[in-house]
T-cell receptor, first 111, second 114 residues
Framework: GENVEQHPSTLSVQEGDSAVIKCTYS??????FPWYKQELGKRPQLIID?????GEKKDQRIAVTLNKTAKHFSLHITETQPEDSAVYFC??????????FGKGNQVVVIP | KAGVTQTPRYLIKTRGQQVTLSCSPI?????VSWYQQTPGQGLQFLFE???????NKGNFPGRFSGRQFSNSRSEMNVSTLELGDSALYLC?????????????FGPGTRLTVL
């Protein structure tokens, strides 16, 4: 089945710096790649997603890039702020019509 | 529209007992997926229901089961609870049974097994 891996597991950045989280996947049939943000004690919420026919997508300070050949996609957060501190999950659609999630990255923004 | 709701929010059970969790999807959504979230393991897929039918199942033992009602509300049942079943159980809804639509998560049910 689909295997989604996230690196690094924990990332600490200074406020104002950029943060990058990378995910790799194994299923060639994957064509949808969402990113979810989960703040402490809250539910995961979609922050951005990308489909396989697009290489990059941007929404204000957040961007996602996709490299289908290498089977990896990355989340980029620019000008980080304390409210960006959270766990971020990447996911990939699978050939059997579900989402496979990575184990999550803890991002800590240091004021 | 109201978001996905889950009840109860917290549960404490003892080993060997069984538990039933409930999920009400966003109005109009017909697909409900269930996930188990534990520290360091991320979101592990349990199963998905669409139009009262189980469409997909993850790699969990038969003690984990679910069902969906005609109003799309879904329940998940865990029998013969084990300590390792302690986790946050999340459900997510989407309009149809497809892996390429946004899934909207509920707040989760925190299950503690003593």
């Amino acid at each position: 089945g689909e295997n989604v891996e996230q690196h690094p597991s924990t990332l600490s950045v200074q406020e104002g710096d950029s943060a990058v989280i990378k995910c790799t996947y194994s299923d060639s049939a994957s064509n949808y790649f969402p990113w979810y943000k989960q703040e402490l004690g809250k539910r995961p919420q979609l922050i951005i997603d990308i489909r396989s026919n697009v290489g990059e997508k941007k929404d204000q300070r957040i961007a996602v890039t996709l490299n289908k050949t290498a089977k990896h996609f990355s989340l980029h957060i620019t000008e980080t702020q304390p409210e960006d501190s959270a766990v971020y999950f990447c996911a990939a659609s699978t050939g059997d019509n579900r989402l496979a999630f990575g184990k999550g990255n803890q991002v800590v923004v240091i004021p | 529209k109201a978001g996905v709701t889950q009840t109860p929010r917290y549960l404490i059970k003892t080993r060997g007992q069984q538990v039933t969790l409930s999920c009400s999807p966003i109005s109009g959504h017909r697909s409900v997926s269930w996930y188990q979230q534990t520290p360091g393991q991320g979101l592990q897929f349990l199963f998905e229901y669409f139009s009262e039918t189980q469409r997909n199942k993850g790699n969990f033992p038969g003690r984990f089961s679910g069902r969906q009602f005609s109003n799309s509300r879904s329940e998940m049942n865990v029998s013969t609870l084990e300590l390792g079943d302690s986790a946050l159980y999340l459900c997510a809804s989407q309009p149809d049974s497809t892996s390429t639509d946004t899934q909207y998560f509920g707040p989760g049910t925190r299950l503690t097994v003593l």
